[in-house]
């Protein structure tokens, strides 16, 4: 088992930047894949970012590519998202998961934290 709690959303105007953690605690935290996905209102869940156990390889949406930065920080247990030129359309709820592979399917993961909002103002 493992649990995640995301933090580091907030209100920001556009252009600017925020960075969220997810802080890991259970069964060994280097063995998973990670990856965070948002959902806005009305919308379905969508992927954002991926990272593998290693920190070797990543894979982004092309909505947030050049934007968004994932890594991990395996001796911390704590996996981050650093968002910079933040737009509107970038408004959700961001949420952290964990799995043994790593897809850009939300159902490929099996432990996910309680979400954090970020919120961007125009």
């Known amino acids: 088992q493992v649990q995640l709690v995301e933090s580091g959303g907030g209100l920001v105007q556009a252009g600017g930047s925020l960075r969220l953690s997810c802080a890991a605690s259970g069964r060994t935290f280097s063995s998973y894949a990670m990856g965070w996905f948002r959902q806005a209102p009305g919308k379905e869940r969508e992927f954002v970012a991926a990272?593998?156990?290693?920190?070797?390889?990543?894979y982004y949406a092309d909505s947030v590519k050049g934007r968004f930065t994932i890594s991990r920080a395996n001796a911390k247990n704590t996996v981050y998202l650093q968002m910079n030129s933040l737009k509107p359309d970038d408004t959700a709820v961001y949420y952290c998961a964990a799995g043994p592979v790593t897809t850009t399917v939300p159902i490929s993961y099996h432990y996910w934290g309680q979400g954090t909002q970020v919120t961007v103002s125009s």
């Open positions: 990272i593998s156990w290693s920190g070797g390889n990543t």
